[in-house]
Structures are given as structure tokens and as C-alpha cells.
Nanobody, 122 residues
Framework: QVQLVESGGGLVQAGGSLRLSCAAS????????MGWFRQAPGKEREVVGR????????YYADAVKGRFTISRDNVKNTLYLQMNSLKPEDTAVYYC???????????????WGQGTQVTVSS
């Protein structure tokens, strides 16, 4: 029942930074395990990372470890993805999602945003 809207995507040079936001409405994100996913052209959607309901358990895909940081602000009802040291291979549509379960795969997530495009130039 939660609605999610991503924003903050755009074009950035390799090595640059970008912060994505996922604004939620309808329900508090404190109810959900939240995740970020991405889908590159011709590729399946893959997990970027996820954070627990209170933000102390965080998972990141190996490809983004040390560069991306997920955080949540339950007061603002917003999920963030801070993306640093961006690489061209990070180019994708990025989605936030909410889950009442525990799985890592996209299928485990019940609610999705519309996605925001991130393009990294070399």
C-alpha cells in the first residue's frame, strides 16, 4: 500500500557522485525492509543493496561496495542512495522497493517506484 517515487537521477561524469531519493507515501517506510535495484539496458534487474527497517543491517552488491551508501530517514519517509566514484557500468535505471519479507531478489519486494535514470559518462 506504500507508494514510492524516485528522484535525483541524471547524467554524471565517471568519478562523480549522485544522490538518489525515494519518497514514500501512504505508509511509513519503517514498516518495510527497503532496497535499491538497478536495471541496465539488456540486463535483468539486480539488487544494489538493502537496509533493515531501522537501518542497522545493510547489504550491498559486490559491484558497489565502498562506493554506494543506503540510508533511510523514517521521519521524512524517504530512502536514499548515495552514489560515489561512479563508473560507466553503473549506468542503469535505479528503482527503490519495499518488502515485508526477507529475500534479496527483486521478486521478494512487494512495492516499487517508477525508476530514475542514472547515466555515467566516461
Amino acid at each position: 500500500q506504500v507508494q514510492l517515487v524516485e528522484s535525483g537521477g541524471g547524467l554524471v561524469q565517471a568519478g562523480g557522485s549522485l544522490r538518489l531519493s525515494c519518497a514514500a507515501s501512504g505508509r511509513s517506510i519503517s514498516t518495510y525492509r527497503m532496497g535499491w535495484f538497478r536495471q541496465a539496458p539488456g540486463k535483468e534487474r539486480e539488487v544494489v543493496g538493502r537496509v533493515s527497517r531501522i537501518g542497522y543491517i545493510t547489504y550491498y552488491a559486490d559491484a558497489v561496495k565502498g562506493r554506494f551508501t543506503i540510508s533511510r530517514d523514517n521521519v521524512k519517509n524517504t530512502l536514499y542512495l548515495q552514489m560515489n566514484s561512479l563508473k560507466p557500468e553503473d549506468t542503469a535505471v535505479y528503482y527503490c522497493a519495499a518488502s515485508t519479507g526477507s529475500g534479496l531478489e527483486p521478486a521478494a519486494y512487494d512495492y516499487w517506484g517508477q525508476g530514475t535514470q542514472v547515466t555515467v559518462s566516461s
